[in-house]
């Protein structure tokens, strides 16, 4: 008899444990496979065109601070005449930006869930629009750079904040095109910071320098119904983040902190801006310097590196989500191909080798941070690790904006032979630390886009793969 009743015992407990497991599994296979793609296609709009917008100002201010040193060269308008500044000081320009950013990005990406992204993002656009404008008072070089502290100090976060937001919305298999059009309207704004900068050029209104006034141009989840957000969070894999989470695991920063992988990449991103920095910082001047032309028609040489890498985002991003192609391959090879240029630059072998030179660097550095972004989200593991993984790197391996720039002292002038030589040396010691953080995160890499052409492959018949969803994430579990 008691075998009797252990036997029906065990039975009702693997029939519970089936139940249970099919009804957490229902979230994800709730909705077909048109109506996911119809789905995402609806998240794509919510999101995307606001982060691009916010990406492509951010990334005009910094193009702005690169063509502000050139407008009006000759003239009393001109930044460094105006401010009193030599071009060695000028250099502290993004030294005094980047100190308060890379201290400031990992807190701040910490306590984006905490605010939740949409406070946390428009607390950052804010302050940091303020900060802007307050240029237009700058009258000396101690004003500009408490002005530059403050916009990095205020604007630390925006960047790995649109990063992690993305994280909370799509799989890893899925980041690598949203970041190529988010990124994409900010490579066009070296194109309009140069035209401003042309624009501008001569211009002196309402007693404002024509830099002035290019300084001064600028889950919850209401629209989705609860069965579409316990699917949006069920179709992630366990290793994403997610709103239920706690705001702050301790345990998994710690955890974070000893993977050897955030090193690893943080070694990635220092010796490679470094290497690049100084190039796109002094982009404006370098071309300035070849004697080309006039120095507002010389703005506008700086357009085609920026149309250049937009090409190439869109190109390899298009590559990039087919999964055949290996992800660090790409920026791998983006380097390399830099090394070359510089080499060029070193040489100088003539005007015009060197202007193409400059141009295929430039638009290189600029799409290798887009094809990187997809290869450090991967590898990361959940809210606190991913934030903290996100802002890390993009942080303390932004040391390279505040060293980069230094390499181009005044006294290489013009041709830049010494710095471009330094800067070949931290190009290749990118490359081995890639090639290290590749032979380290492989495994991954394989994984993530054999389900990739899985997904696409099961997408053409109708289906969908769930294997790695987390069907544990249940309806309870809002959308960030």
């Known amino acids: 008899m008691s075998d009797h009743i252990e036997e029906k015992s065990s ?49 005009i201010d910094a193009a702005n601070v690169s063509n502000a040193r050139v407008m009006d060269q000759g003239t009393p308008r001109n930044i460094m005449t105006e401010l009193h500044m030599t071009s060695d000081q000028y250099n502290f320009v993004t030294l005094a930006y980047y100190i308060p950013y890379i201290l400031a990005e990992t807190p701040s990406n910490l306590l984006l869930k905490y605010f939740k992204p949409s406070v946390w993002q428009a607390r950052i656009t804010i302050s940091w629009g303020i900060v802007l404008c307050c240029h237009t008072a700058v009258t000396n070089s101690t004003g500009l750079l408490t002005v530059r502290a403050f916009l990095g100090l205020f604007e630390a976060g925006l960047w790995p904040g649109m990063l992690l937001h993305l994280c909370y919305w799509y799989r890893p298999d899925e980041i690598a095109p949203r970041i190529v059009l988010v990124t994409i309207l900010g490579n066009f704004s070296a194109v309009v910071s140069g035209v401003l900068a042309f624009a501008f050029n001569g211009v002196t209104a309402q007693g404002l320098s024509g830099w002035k006034w290019l300084k001064l141009v600028p889950a919850t989840a209401s629209w989705m119904t609860d069965e579409e957000k316990a699917f949006v969070q069920a179709r992630l894999p366990p290793t994403s983040p997610r709103a239920a989470e706690k705001d702050f695991d301790l345990g998994e920063f710690i955890g974070t902190l000893k993977d050897v992988r955030i090193w690893l990449f943080l070694f990635c991103w220092a010796f490679y801006t470094i290497g690049t920095t100084g190039l796109t910082f002094y982009q404006p001047t370098v071309i300035a310097n070849l004697g080309f032309t006039s120095i507002a028609q010389a703005q506008l040489l700086n357009i085609p590196p920026a149309i250049f890498a937009m090409s190439l985002t869109l190109l390899f991003g298009v590559f990039a989500d087919t999964g055949r192609i290996p ?20 040489t100088f072998p003539s005007n015009g080798g060197v202007y193409a030179a400059t141009v295929i660097a430039g638009g290189l550095s600029t799409a290798w941070y887009t094809m990187m972004w997809p290869w450090r989200v991967q590898t990361t593991q959940g809210a606190t690790g991913s934030a903290f993984a996100i802002a890390f790197a993009n942080s303390y391996g932004q040391i390279g904006g505040a060293v980069g720039s230094q390499l181009f002292n005044s006294r290489y002038a013009p041709r830049y032979a010494t710095s471009f030589g330094i800067a070949m040396g931290f190009i290749g010691m990118a490359i ?9 995160t492989w495994r991954v890499d394989v994984a993530t886009r054999k389900l990739k052409r899985e997904r696409i492959a099961a997408a053409k018949r109708g289906g969908a793969v769930v294997e790695d969803a987390d069907t544990a994430a249940g309806a309870s579990k809002g959308q960030v």
């Not at 081995?432 to 380290?440: A, F, I, K, Q, R």
Request: glycine share 2%; net charge neutral.
């Open 11 to 59: 039975e009702s407990i693997a029939s519970g444990e089936k139940t249970a497991a099919h009804d957490a599994a229902q979230p994800r296979m709730s909705l077909t496979s048109v109506e996911e793609k119809s789905l995402l296609r609806r998240i794509d709009w919510r999101l995307l065109p606001l982060l691009s917008l916010l990406y492509m100002v951010k990334t």
């Open 432 to 440: 081995v630390m890639n090639l290290v953080t590749w032979s380290v």
């Open 327 to 346: 992800q660090p391959a790409i920026p791998l090879g983006f380097m390399i191909v830099i090394e070359a240029c510089y080499a060029v630059l070193y």
